[in-house]
């Protein structure tokens, strides 16, 4: 009896969480407290498809704030916290993020994650929701998988350092949507 109460405590603890996760005071606080989190949140491989909105505009034509589709990819390995995890931004312009994410379980459902990785563009003439050049990146976001199916919500950011090309400016996009787990 004594496990549960102490788990429904760190399960509250947790819950609580979620709401200071934006800001970096409680990504501190998640960091630090990791430990208490021992559930495979958001467990499994998942791909999806939403949407991609650049938050940024290309700084030597003023285009940007582009939008379009995206399609997303995880791959959980399950003795690590760590994914590998793929977008394709698909709109005027589509670009491939490949990143490697390093994955904090929130809850028995949930994780926040920060990935490194690159924005490979297919064109250097139209801007996509992150630039006009290949960059790297950094992919905050957070994964959510509904109990007892195998749908998963997903968001994240992607920010492109020296995105556009003639520019050393950095391009953000914001995407979003649903998957499947497999």
């Given at each position: 009896?004594?496990?549960?109460?102490?788990?429904g405590?760190?399960?509250?603890?947790?819950?609580?969480?979620?709401?200071?996760?934006?800001?970096?005071i409680?990504?501190?606080?998640?960091?630090?407290?990791?430990?208490?989190?021992?559930?495979?949140?958001?467990?499994?491989?998942?791909?999806?498809?939403?949407?991609?909105?650049?938050?940024?505009?290309?700084?030597?034509?003023?285009?940007?704030?582009?939008?379009?589709?995206?399609?997303?990819?995880?791959?959980?390995?399950?003795?690590?916290?760590?994914?590998?995890?793929?977008?394709?931004?698909?709109?005027?312009?589509?670009?491939?993020?490949?990143?490697?994410?390093?994955?904090?379980?929130?809850?028995?459902?949930?994780?926040?994650?920060?990935?490194?990785?690159?924005?490979?563009?297919?064109?250097?003439?139209?801007?996509?929701?992150?630039?006009?050049?290949?960059?790297?990146?950094?992919?905050?976001?957070?994964?959510?998988?509904?109990?007892?199916?195998?749908?998963?919500?997903?968001?994240?950011?992607?920010?492109?350092?020296?995105?556009?090309?003639?520019?050393?400016?950095?391009a953000?996009?914001?995407?979003?949507?649903?998957?499947?787990?497999?």
């Amino acid at each position: 009896m004594a496990n549960f109460e102490r788990l429904g405590q760190s399960l509250s603890r947790l819950t609580g969480w979620k709401v200071a996760l934006g800001s970096i005071i409680g990504l501190g606080v998640l960091l630090a407290h990791a430990s208490d989190a021992s559930a495979q949140a958001a467990y499994g491989s998942y791909i999806g498809i939403g949407g991609s909105f650049g938050v940024t505009d290309n700084p030597t034509s003023g285009d940007g704030g582009s939008g379009g589709g995206v399609i997303a990819f995880r791959y959980k390995f399950l003795e690590v916290p760590i994914s590998i995890r793929a977008q394709a931004l698909i709109g005027q312009s589509t670009a491939f993020v490949p990143t490697v994410s390093y994955d904090l379980p929130l809850n028995w459902q949930t994780d926040a994650y920060v990935g490194v990785g690159a924005a490979i563009q297919d064109s250097d003439q139209n801007a996509s929701p992150v630039g006009n050049q290949t960059a790297f990146v950094l992919q905050p976001g957070i994964d959510h998988s509904f109990p007892y199916s195998n749908v998963v919500l997903f968001g994240n950011a992607i920010i492109a350092f020296d995105a556009y090309k003639n520019s050393n400016a950095t391009a953000a996009s914001v995407q979003g949507g649903v998957g499947v787990r497999f």
